[in-house]
């Protein structure tokens, strides 16, 4: 590889890790929260549909996690108190998991956090390396959705 390429990967690798850190830091520093951060991601993906609720299925997909992985994960953070199960009224078949009040407010703490890590992280930048930095995480995201794509043709 090249300097550019080895640099990009470190980076890319360093920056994955250090989000991950991050967000796990921010959950341990609240003491009150009794979450992994893969349960407050599951928080995030059930609420994603405000009120209606999200079938174990969607929240599956989301979480690109098996069915049997996201009933089990939706089974724990309902019994911490934090969603609840709703037999859907137009087909009785389906189930649809919904935040409760304590859920709901976890998943505002948690779109808070993003919202304070985006301020954060831009709040020196000028408006030109903001532009900059947006265009190139989008080629970045692109570069990863289409290869996905393209991993799951073959």
Known sequence: MDEFSVALNDILVEAYYNILDFEEQAIKKDHRLKLSINEMHLIEAVGKKN???????????????TMPSATIAVNKITAKGYTEKMRCQEDGRVVRVR???????????????????????????TDEERQCLVRAIKKLNTFFQNSLREGEKE
Not at 115 to 121: S, W
Request: proline fraction near 0%; aromatic fraction near 8%.
């Open 51 to 65: 009120g209606k609720g999200r079938t174990i299925g969607e929240i599956a997909e989301d979480l690109r996690i």
């Open 99 to 125: 935040l409760t009040k304590e859920g709901q407010k976890i998943e505002r703490y948690h779109r808070f956090y993003h919202h304070r890590m985006v301020e954060e992280l831009s709040k020196n930048l």
